[in-house]
């Protein structure tokens, strides 16, 4: 069984300050996707990465995933009160495309 | 842009009735997958469906789940007698084709079982 272990479970930070949330499984995934997810609402894609060792950029937000395609991280450059959310990780399992899903990380961003 | 849409939003029923949860994938899409999240758990996978047929079930997808392509827009989700614990948010995915990666979800429906 395929699991992704997502870190921290909850952040709180200052307005400016940097993070990182990290992803990681011992199985490959063809590819990695990041979503937000806002309360009763589905999850909005926010990247895909695909090849081991990519990095992807999106505004203040940098996603990488592992060269061996086993792990991934997002970092937030200068975090603002509008990046407070839910950001959840999910790995395409190789067989059948379906998504694993991480727990998630409730980030807070406090002015 | 194109996006994927469910209805009903709220869905409540007794235990033991019959609902239907309804999804209109993006235009084009070959993939379609239904997912649920119980409160404060997971997001996790249930069924994926291509080219007509079921691809893939999860444990969970068992004799009381049905999906079907009824037409070329829709794609539904049935359970026939409801349980207490399928109580939960249920959404709908869908995926371009084999090389692309993304999924895009719906809004979901929130299903409460009484």
């Known amino acids: 069984t395929q699991l992704l272990e997502q870190s921290p479970q909850f952040l709180s930070i200052q307005e400016g300050e940097n993070l990182t949330v990290y992803c990681n499984s011992s199985?490959?995934?063809?590819?990695l996707q990041w979503y937000r997810q806002e309360p009763g609402e589905g999850p909005v894609l926010l990247v895909t990465v695909v090849t081991g060792g990519e990095v992807k950029k999106l505004k203040r937000l940098t996603f990488q995933f592992g060269d061996a395609r086993k792990d991934s991280s997002l970092h937030i450059t200068a975090a603002q009160p509008g990046d407070t959310g839910l950001y959840l990780c999910?790995?395409?399992?190789?067989?059948?495309?379906?998504?694993?899903f991480g727990s998630g990380t409730r980030l807070l961003v406090r002015p | 842009e194109p996006e994927v849409t469910q209805t009903p939003s709220h869905q409540v029923t007794q235990m033991g009735q019959e609902v239907i949860l309804r999804c209109v994938p993006i235009?084009?899409?070959?993939?379609f997958y239904w997912y649920r999240q119980i409160l404060g758990q997971k997001v996790e996978f249930l069924v994926s469906?291509?080219?007509?047929?079921?691809?893939?079930k999860s444990e969970i997808f068992d004799d009381q789940f049905s999906v079907e392509r009824p037409d070329g827009s829709n794609f539904t989700l049935k359970i026939r007698s409801t349980k207490l614990e399928d109580s939960a948010m249920y959404f709908c995915a869908s995926r371009p084709g084999q090389r692309l990666h993304e999924q895009y979800f719906g809004p979901g429906t929130r299903l409460t079982v009484t």
């Open positions: 469906f291509y080219n007509n047929e079921i691809s893939e």
């Open positions: 235009s084009n899409h070959l993939y």
């Open positions: 199985s490959v995934f063809s590819s």
């Open positions: 999910a790995g395409e399992a190789d067989s059948s495309y379906k998504l694993i």
